[in-house]
């Protein structure tokens, strides 16, 4: 079982990866802004089942691969902590501009939520950020470690669905018109960038004291 320390950290970390504008985002963003909170939630409701999905197989797949190899384990964290510091560099250095052109406003909740299914599922990063991100916060002494990834993986989903329903709230009441501001984007994201990357040293001097 996770620590109360391990869930939390995992939370900001995943809480800062979700302001990087994505196709999810601006969906989420263009619907609430057009037809309401209610809309954006019903794609983020899709979205979610499907990581939920995703998550269940991957914790499987985790624990097959401690129980298989401890040397592909530790290189699967040492490929989190760079993938961190990756993302953290990308954010500071390039904050990447949201932009809602081109995407249709007006769709039923069935539509939604469907497309938050499929968005999900089709995406290919998902699977890798699971498979590369969970193991760096993963402690096999604190035993069974497809709890620890279950536990882990609602850890995301949690992240995700705060972070997406401030954004249809934020999106619904004020529109669109801050959150694709370039200097706002650019402030959340460089505050991000550190916190991705503060965790990322922090894992590493971590993982180097093991």
């Known amino acids: 079982m996770i620590s109360f320390e391990t869930a939390l950290q995992f939370f900001i970390v995943n809480s800062s990866l979700c302001l990087i504008p994505c196709a999810e985002m601006i969906i989420v963003i263009t619907q609430s802004s057009t037809q309401g909170w209610k809309a ?12 939920t999905v995703q998550v269940m ?13 401890e040397w592909i ?4 964290k040492i490929v989190g902590v760079c993938y961190l510091f990756f ?19 007006f769709k039923s909740r069935a539509t939604l939520f ?3 299914m499929v968005l999900n599922f ?3 990063m998902t699977p890798l950020f699971l498979l590369f991100l969970i193991p760096s916060f993963i402690d096999t002494e604190r035993g069974n470690i497809m709890l620890q990834s279950f536990q882990l993986g609602g850890v995301i989903i949690l992240a995700i669905l705060s972070m997406y329903t401030a954004y249809c709230i934020a999106a619904d009441r004020a529109g669109a018109l801050i959150l694709q501001s370039e200097r ?15 965790f990322a040293i922090y894992l590493a001097l971590a993982q180097q004291s093991l």
């Not at 384990?73 to 699967?76: A, D, E, M, Q």
């Not at 993302?87 to 406003?105: D, E, H, K, N």
């Open 73 to 76: 384990f530790n290189g699967l």
């Open 40 to 51: 954006g939630m019903t794609f983020v409701a899709g979205t979610c089942l499907a990581l």
């Open 57 to 69: 197989l991957m914790a499987f797949g985790v624990s097959a691969i401690i129980q298989t190899s």
């Open 114 to 116: 469907r497309e938050g």
């Open 122 to 124: 089709s995406t290919p």
């Open 87 to 105: 993302l953290a560099w990308q954010m500071f250095s390039r904050p990447i501009a949201l932009t809602t052109q081109g995407v249709q406003p």
């Open 184 to 198: 706002f984007q650019g402030y959340l994201q460089r505050g991000a960038a550190s916190t991705i990357a503060g």
